[in-house]
């Protein structure tokens, strides 16, 4: 069974307004009876006015590994990551390591 081993915030920039922030995230999935054994997913936390400034600058933004929201909470970021995993959930590790990084940025990506 697939969990969250750590959950770390990387990063946060918040803007002037408290419906304006970007908080980056490194989230630690690995199998819950191996110890200290995982894989490493980053993902975003952005609120939609940030957004909206990204795209600004960007004209376009692809949106895997990033979690809109317009009020920053840490437990629901923590339930829905947990979602994903349940959602993902295979006896194949490799195949559910494929599949999570379909939500988030895997580090083994290429």
């Not at 922030?21 to 009876?33: K, M, P, T």
């Not at 939609?48 to 004209?59: E, F, G, V, Y």
């Not at 317009?70 to 295979?90: A, G, L, R």
Request: proline share 1%; hydrophobic share 40%.
């Amino acid at each position: 069974m697939l969990t969250i081993k750590v959950l770390t915030q990387d990063f946060e920039d918040w803007g002037e307004d408290v419906d304006d922030f970007y908080v980056c995230f490194q989230v630690d999935i690995g199998c819950e009876d191996i110890l200290g054994s995982g894989d490493m997913f980053s993902f975003e936390v952005v609120s939609p006015k940030r957004l909206a400034r990204i795209i600004q600058d960007s004209d376009i933004e692809i949106g895997r590994g990033y979690l809109i929201m317009n009020d920053f909470n840490i437990k629901h970021i923590e339930s829905t990551v947990n979602q994903i995993i349940s959602k993902c959930q295979n006896a194949d590790y490799d195949v559910a390591m494929k599949e999570l990084s379909k939500y988030f940025r895997w580090e083994m990506d290429t």
